[in-house]
């Protein structure tokens, strides 16, 4: 039964209720009394008991915020492939900044699978920039970074 359903049950328990005891009541019949109370203190119990069952139920998802902790980081201004590093979260990300040295020039990120194959372009701009991207999938990777800008990228996860 619904929550709508459950309060028309007792208000209409009370409505019967308030009606029999006003008749034994004014009839002086003490034992339909006593049985209204009783019924109106198991309903009563009732209730509350429910109420409590759902004010003290505890979520059962973790809300916990998890921080973000660095793997490892990269920095220089030329074109290369990283080393290989070991992700082991589902969900990690990318940081990275990049500043031209003289005249504005291309910056790419490349992520690279364990067997070279790409998995993700991250970064591919002009000039000076930065940004961060998420990627999904644990396991281990490389990056190939195209620029000759100076640059900054650190691979994070929770």
């Not at 459950?6 to 328990?13: E, G, L, N, P, Q």
């Not at 940081?95 to 005249?103: F, S, V």
């Not at 998420?134 to 195209?146: D, K």
Request: charged letters at 20%; a negative charge.
């Amino acid at each position: 039964m619904n929550k709508k359903g459950k309060v028309a049950t007792i208000i209409a328990t009370i409505a019967v209720a308030g009606i029999i005891y006003g008749v034994g009541y004014l009839n002086g019949d003490a034992s339909a009394v006593n049985k209204i109370n009783a019924t109106l203190d198991a309903n009563w119990e009732a209730k509350n008991a429910t109420t409590d069952t759902m004010v003290t139920e505890t979520p059962t998802e973790d809300l916990t915020v998890k921080a973000w902790k660095e793997v490892i980081k990269f920095s220089g201004s030329s074109i290369k492939t990283t080393q290989k590093f070991t992700v082991t979260a589902d969900e990690w990300r990318i940081k990275w900044d990049t500043t031209p040295t003289a005249d504005d020039a291309n910056f790419q990120i490349y992520v690279n699978n364990a067997d070279g194959s790409i998995k993700s372009v991250v970064a591919n701009i002009i000039g000076k920039g930065s940004d961060e991207s998420y990627i999904t999938g644990s396991g281990e990777f490389s990056l190939t970074i195209n620029t000759s800008q100076k640059y900054n990228v650190t691979i994070e996860e929770q």
